[in-house]
């Protein structure tokens, strides 16, 4: 098995109810390890320019306007497999979908308002961790 790195976004709904600390817990129990971290608002165009990728989708504006409404939590997770293990750690996009115990079914409000945001491929990673993290900021 690989060490790999992967990238992790706390959503607004989790930041408002205060809930960081709980998600990063669950995090470290299925063995991923926070090497960076910081907790900013995200400008309208940063939003943009990060979900472009979504731009031709039809949640895409309502997907900015939330993730611009309170901060969020960026961070950079470190762990075997970190990019399957995240995913599977987060559960299904749709809280009613996800298994027990994940973080979208402990946690969510909705699908959109699903506390937490990672990446699904070891270059998407690199790509979302280099656009939040300079690389002296990451500290294994």
């Not at 994940?102 to 699903?114: D, G, V, Y």
């Not at 506390?115 to 294994?140: K, P, R, T, W």
Request: glycine share 6%; hydrophobic share 45%.
């Amino acid at each position: 098995m690989a060490v790999e790195r992967t990238f992790s976004i706390i959503k607004p709904d989790a930041t408002r109810r205060n809930l960081t600390g709980r998600i990063n817990a669950v995090f470290e129990q299925n063995g991923l390890r926070i090497v960076a971290q910081k907790r900013i608002w995200m400008s309208r165009q940063h939003a943009k320019t990060f979900y472009a990728v979504h731009k031709d989708r039809p949640f895409y504006a309502s997907l900015v306007d939330f993730m611009c409404s309170g901060p969020v939590v960026v961070q950079v997770l470190e762990g075997e497999n970190a990019v399957a293990k995240h995913r599977e750690v987060m559960g299904a996009t749709d809280p009613a979908k996800a298994a027990d115990g994940t973080i979208r079914k402990l946690f969510a409000e909705s699908i959109e308002a699903n506390s937490v945001h990672g990446s699904d491929s070891v270059e998407n990673a690199a790509i979302e961790i280099a656009y939040f993290f300079a690389g002296y900021e990451i500290v294994g």
